[in-house]
Structure formats: structure tokens, C-alpha cells
């Protein structure tokens, strides 16, 4: 066994966070969105180099609807708790939505607040989703990309739950640099750097 480990899943509603989910656990995509109903947490085994891993996905996780990190009342705040407790997070954008853009921001600040004093760096993928709406993008990928890694110190990847695209690099890649925080490097270098081939598959 290789361990276990804890995901959040994190974005404001209707970014694709649960169709990113399904599509890498169940290979399926749900045509109709459907709000998630509360919190789910998903527990697959994955294979990952040659070593299996217990994963904790955790997607959905919300407390009061007033409570916006972004400043849009109509979109709930992760709950804190989840924030202290998880080895790794994705979070999730609609590359179409500049505010969903701006909720991720919020909560990457947030991550770094509420993570305990000498707690483990955890790493964070922002993730822009939607790829195949790509002429309605509200930004350039090459712009966003470098804001994230140089100023924000994260991973950036964009893939289609829709198309099943790099939505299995999207976790290959955190799973791998959760497994390497421990080392001595920028955490966005570290995420870059597992960029490499690997195989990684549900068990």
C-alpha cells in the first residue's frame, strides 16, 4: 500500500467540479447539471506508480449560502474544517466565468489562512474547465497560467469534463505532488514537474 490520501474538491456551483469527479471515477458525464446535494465524499483506490493509494475526495462541502469568499451572495463558502484537513486541493474555474475565476482566488487565500501554524504545505492545481467552450473564454490560457504559478504559487492545468479531456492528468499530476511536498521546491515548480508520464488507474 502506498497511504491515503485527502482531496478537496473546490469552486462555485455549476464550474463542472462533480462532472470532473464522475468523469475520472465512473468515465461518465451527467448531460443535465444538477446542483450537488450537500457534501459527498468519494473513496476510490488509485494506482499510482506502482503503489496503490486510499483517496478521500471530498466534493460539495458548503456551509451558509450568505457566506461568499468571492463577495456573490448566491454562492456558498467551503467549510473550514476541510480546508485544514486535506493533503491537496483542486480548484475549479469555468474558463467562460471571469467570477468563478475570482471565487478560486478567494479561496486560495483562504486555504492559506485557515492552514494550521506548521502544518504541511499542501499543494493546490487551479483547474480551468470548459476547455471545450474555448471561444468563450474570458481571458487568454497563457495569461491565467502565468498569474497563477508566478503570483498565486500554484499548479494550472485546463481540461473538459465534458470530452473526458486531461481530466486523468489532472489527478495524476496533484497525486504526484502531494506525494513529493515534503521536498524543497516552489510548490508550482513541483506540480510542473509532474508532468511526466505515469501511470496512474482506478483499482
Not at 471530498?58 to 473550514?80: F, H, I, M, N, T
Not at 487565500?109 to 501554524?117: D, L, S, V
Amino acid at each position: 500500500m502506498g497511504g491515503s490520501l485527502r482531496v478537496a474538491v473546490l469552486g462555485a456551483p455549476g464550474v463542472g467540479k462533480t462532472a470532473i469527479i464522475r468523469q475520472f471515477l465512473f468515465g461518465d458525464y451527467p448531460e443535465r447539471h444538477r446542483p450537488t446535494d450537500g457534501p459527498r465524499l468519494y473513496r476510490p483506490a488509485v494506482l499510482l506508480d506502482g503503489a496503490v493509494y486510499d483517496l478521500s475526495i471530498r466534493d460539495g462541502d458548503v456551509d451558509d449560502p450568505g457566506s461568499s469568499p468571492g463577495g456573490s451572495e448566491e454562492w456558498p463558502a467551503p467549510k473550514d474544517w476541510s480546508l485544514q484537513d486535506t493533503d491537496a486541493f483542486v480548484l475549479v474555474y469555468d474558463i467562460c466565468s471571469p467570477d468563478s475565476f475570482d471565487y478560486v482566488k478567494a479561496l486560495r487565500q483562504r486555504i492559506a489562512e485557515t492552514r494550521p501554524a506548521g502544518a504541511p504545505e499542501a499543494p493546490i492545481l487551479v483547474v480551468g474547465n470548459k476547455r471545450d467552450r474555448q471561444r468563450l473564454r474570458f481571458g487568454p490560457r497563457r495569461a491565467l497560467a502565468a498569474l497563477v504559478r508566478r503570483g498565486w504559487r500554484c499548479g494550472y492545468l485546463e481540461c473538459s469534463a465534458k470530452y473526458n479531456w486531461h481530466v486523468l492528468r489532472l489527478f495524476r499530476e496533484l497525486l504526484r505532488c502531494a506525494l513529493v511536498r515534503s521536498r524543497p521546491a516552489h510548490p508550482a515548480l513541483r506540480l510542473q514537474g509532474a508532468l511526466h508520464p505515469a501511470r496512474c488507474s482506478l483499482m
